[in-house]
């Protein structure tokens, strides 16, 4: 039974990381496709083949999510395999009401919400602490420093390129945006596969399968594919919000946004090991390089509406969760 339920957990888990990449491959490739520095196609496959480069560049973040979250400890046993399938089954359900939507929300807290609310339905351990310093904080945090690194490297750019052709800008513009696209599409991998691995790694050791908190290389091999897969199969209805609805980009705007994403990207993966959401990034560069045109080029409205799906993304997909694993204990499954 416990062997059986670790292959279904590590199914779904792999589902999720797959459901993660077609929500989230606009965080990579929208700006580069709405200002036609990339095909969509080439983007696709460009984002994919780096997403899985990222998966395997660290372990920082896994950890964080293996076992700091909650605490279900050494062969918890079903009981404990069945908290990790209503995590994961809450934070799905996010992902896809909200790509249905196309309103770019956060996998990443929607995984830690999911988590969070199975472990306080079945009065497991919570670490609030590494909740607010790893999750919570950097949140905050990390969208504010993306929409003013934006702006302030916007502003440079703006400056050194002020007596240059336009026509002539723009085109370099578009080509370094191959570049900036790819380093988006890596810290994409870096941050976001290293959750599912996290995960899995957190059912082996419920199940009894797996000690410590070092990721096997099958799990960082099949975690990486799913989410490269899941970037190959697109996203287009978040893309197009990113791309369009927020602002509309010019090359050197869609440059600026992916680095400054990326910088941050890295900086939280490597240096701090916080989990922080690549869509939250991303999209508040959007709005710090649209700022600098003038604070009413950026729809206002339609960020109110992504910062809306941005606070509720945690206590929903909790919520979901929690329903998840009551059910399950009604029907007397644990």
Excluded at 18 to 41: C, E, K, M, W
Excluded at 60 to 67: C, R
Excluded at 109 to 122: M, P, Q, R
Excluded at 143 to 168: C, D, E, H, Q, S
Aim: with cysteine.
């Amino acid at each position: 039974m416990e062997i059986a339920l670790v292959i279904v957990v590590v199914v779904v888990a792999l589902s999720f990381d797959y459901t993660n990449g077609f929500h989230d491959a606009a965080n990579a490739i929208a700006t580069s496709v709405s200002t036609r520095a990339l095909t969509p196609r080439a983007a696709l496959i460009m984002a994919a083949v780096f997403n899985l480069l990222g998966s395997l560049l660290g372990t920082g973040v896994a950890h964080t999510i293996g076992s700091g979250i909650i605490d279900i400890g050494p062969a918890a046993g079903v009981h404990g395999l069945v908290i990790v399938l209503s995590g994961l089954i809450g934070a799905i359900a996010w992902n896809l009401i909200t790509w249905w939507l196309g309103l770019p929300s956060s996998s990443t807290h929607a995984l830690i919400g999911g988590l969070t609310g199975a472990g306080l339905a079945s009065a497991t351990t919570v670490h609030w602490a590494v909740i607010l310093d790893k999750v919570v904080l950097p949140m905050v945090i990390s969208p504010l420093v993306g929409f003013a690194l934006a702006y302030l490297v916007m502003v440079g750019v703006l400056w050194i390129v002020r007596n240059m052709a336009p026509t002539k800008t723009q085109r370099r513009f578009r080509i370094a945006q191959t570049a900036s696209a790819a380093a988006m599409a890596l810290g994409h991998g870096l941050q976001d596969a290293q959750k599912t691995m996290g995960v899995i790694v957190l059912a082996l050791v419920a199940g009894g399968l797996h000690t410590g908190t070092d990721i096997p290389l099958w799990v960082k091999l099949c975690a990486a594919s799913a989410i490269s897969l899941g970037t190959y199969s697109g996203g287009w209805r978040i893309m197009r919000t990113l791309g369009r609805k927020i602002i509309e980009l010019d090359p050197a705007r869609g440059f600026v946004a992916e680095t400054a994403a990326a910088t941050v990207l890295y900086t939280t993966a490597f240096v701090f090991q916080a989990p922080i959401s690549t869509t939250h990034t991303i999209t508040s560069a959007i709005m710090g390089v649209g700022a600098t045109k003038r604070l009413s080029a950026v729809r206002w409205g339609v960020a109110r509406n992504i910062g809306i799906a941005w606070i509720l993304t945690i206590p929903m997909a909790a919520l979901v969760a929690a329903a998840v694993y009551t059910v399950i204990r009604l029907v007397g499954l644990i």
